[in-house]
């Protein structure tokens, strides 16, 4: 995954966040982890100090969820980049109406997994 983070970790480090799509029994089932790999990740995840003993992150582990976040920006940025500039605002006028009413769904998290507006 990077950063040091494997795939559940991942996972369970998105859902700590308290900003995810999905809650953590959701997420778990939905990626097909078992309860038990679950909660040995976050035993892991607290015992390294990401998580707190209530399965929140830390400061270390929010400060890791926005590098995860920051990188995931990153890569998917080239795509836009190669539209150019006017072309990339152009996609995004397009889609800003479909992108207006799923937040108006209420659906969706009003911010990103590390705490800054999603939406904008």
Do not use: N
């Amino acid at each position: 995954m990077g950063h040091g983070v494997g795939a559940i970790a991942a996972l369970v480090t998105d859902t700590a966040t308290g900003r995810s799509l999905f809650g953590a029994q959701q997420m778990r089932e939905h990626r097909d982890w078992s309860e038990q790999e679950w909660d040995a990740e976050v035993t892991a995840l607290t015992e390294s100090g990401l998580l707190d003993s209530s399965g929140r992150l830390t400061e270390t582990g929010r400060r890791l969820r926005s590098r995860i976040e920051d990188a995931t920006d990153a890569a998917a940025a080239p795509p836009y980049r190669s539209l150019g500039a006017e072309r990339a605002e152009r996609l995004i006028a397009l889609c800003k109406p479909l992108r207006d009413a799923v937040v108006a769904s209420g659906d969706l998290p009003r911010d990103d997994a590390a705490g800054r507006p999603a939406h904008e």
